[in-house]
C-alpha cells in the first residue's frame, strides 16, 4: 500500500486535480501506520509502543484493525490513477478482505480471538494503562 500511495504521487502531473496527491500521502501515512504496528510484534520500542497505544489504541483490538483495514481498502480502491489502476484494486481487494475476514471471525468465533494479546513493550504490569 506504501507502494501503491509512492507511485500515485510520483504519477501526479502539475494539472491533475490536488486532491489526489491528498489521498497519496494518507495512503503513505496509513501504511506506515500499520507498518510500525505490525513490527511492534517483532522488535518493541518502549517508547513508541506507549505513544501508538495512547494516540492510536484503536489498532490494538481486532474489531478496530480490521475497520481501519476495511478503511484503508476503500482508500486505495478511490485512487483515481489509470496507470497504475491493476495495483489499486489489487491491494484495495487484499486489505478488504482481511479486514473483512478479521471482523468476521472476531463476531463469528470470538473464542477464536479471545487471547488476543496485543503488543505490550513500554507498559508496567503494575499501573493501570487506559487505551
Known sequence: M???GVLGLMNFSQGS???EAFVALYMILFSSLLAIYEFMWW???DSLNKSMRKNFGFLYGIRGKALY????????????????KWLQWTVGIAFLA???L???????RPQWVSS???????LSDN????V
Open 127 to 130: 499501573v493501570e494503562q487506559s
Open 102 to 108: 478479521q471482523m468476521f471471525i472476531s463476531f463469528a
Open 43 to 45: 522488535s518493541t520500542i
Open 116 to 122: 488476543y494479546k496485543s503488543p505490550t513493550g513500554g
Open 17 to 19: 486535480d490536488l486532491s
Open 2 to 4: 506504501m507502494a501503491l
Open 69 to 84: 483495514m476495511i478503511f484503508v481498502a476503500f482508500l486505495a480502491i478511490g485512487l483515481e490513477h489509470k496507470v497504475i
Open 98 to 100: 482481511v479486514g473483512v
